[in-house]
């Protein structure tokens, strides 16, 4: 068990944040947290319909709340381009940004429009092209960064000799492999700030296990139905031994605005899968910065999306 963590919260009032995966879930509570504590909150969404009733129900929750949607498919880089041109056009500086969207365990193997495995090209790759194309706005607010990983971190890696699985495909490794990248990739982002001292923070934060729709029925995904997962983890939350939604989002809150946020930290719940956020030591597999580096070089070289000189 970690340290448990300093649960205040800073003032973000006038400030912007910018939440993905925030029209359900865990990404509309960490929303809501944030438009509480004062934050002007944009919310990227792939369903406009469900983003409008998120930002409706935190208005609610958050009387007068600044909230609003744009549109983003994480799974397109030309979606990604779309996003970080617009919000880098209006010239907002920007103090927050959740990296918190993501697919699981599709029943086979799919690709993103880029043709990426959609795990990896969803949860890393957008995700490092958002954050890369929105640096400067990042660097001008002295963001606080924060990547949703998974407990699917804990072990596995990234499979560098076919990282897209077009060989052969597993779809578990492949769910870990993509959480490992997220993690990763906070942890080189960091780094890469100190070093040229862009004024940004970026952290990890994994929710633990709680009954999101992450493993919720997705015609989409080709999952007509609940999968047994998500039926499991529904009666492990109602017993109190997985977390609930609103639990499972304290440890990105924390990550992400919290008074004693600092950097290359990892918050997640003191017992593994539940439990009051705590600041958690490193799983092994995010521990090589070795790794980390070389992720960031292949995730360019795959993206086609680099720092600007």
Do not use: C
Not at 22 to 39: K, N, Q, Y
């Amino acid at each position: 068990m970690g340290r448990i963590a300093d649960l205040s919260i800073a003032d973000l009032t006038g400030q912007r944040a910018v939440v993905t995966g925030a029209s359900d879930g865990i990404g509309t509570v960490i929303a809501t947290r944030l438009a509480r504590a004062g934050a002007e909150v944009v919310m990227p969404v792939r369903s406009a319909d469900k983003g409008e009733r998120a930002a409706k129900s935190i208005r609610a929750a958050v009387p007068g709340a600044q909230v609003a949607t744009r549109a983003l498919d994480l799974s397109s880089l030309n979606s990604v381009a779309a996003l970080t041109n617009e919000l880098v056009s209006e010239g907002r500086p920007i103090a927050v940004l959740v990296n918190n969207a993501g697919v699981m365990q599709p029943p086979a193997r799919q690709v993103t429009q880029d043709g990426f495995e959609l795990q990896f090209g969803t949860n890393h790759l957008g995700h490092f092209a958002l954050t890369l194309g929105l640096l400067p706005l990042l660097r001008a607010g002295g963001a606080r960064v924060t990547h949703q990983t998974s407990i699917a971190a804990r072990s596995g890696s990234i499979n560098w000799d076919d990282p897209n699985w077009e060989r052969t495909y597993d779809v578990m490794k492949a769910y870990s492999q993509s959480k490992i990248a997220v993690a990763l990739f906070a942890r080189e982002l960091d780094a890469r700030s100190r070093a040229g001292g862009w004024g940004i923070t970026s952290n990890i934060a994994h929710p633990g296990i709680s009954p999101t729709n992450l493993l919720a029925a997705q015609p989409g995904l080709g999952r007509p139905k609940d999968s047994a997962g998500r039926r499991l983890i529904g009666v492990l939350a109602r017993v109190g031994i997985a977390g609930s939604v609103d639990s499972a989002a304290q440890p990105g809150v924390i990550a992400a605005a919290g008074i004693a946020s600092r950097g290359d930290q990892f918050v997640g719940p003191a017992r593994t899968i539940g439990g009051p956020p705590a600041e958690l030591g490193l799983w092994k597999p995010l521990r090589s910065m070795d790794d980390a580096r070389r992720l960031w070089e292949a995730s360019e070289q795959l993206t086609g999306v680099r720092l600007s000189s």
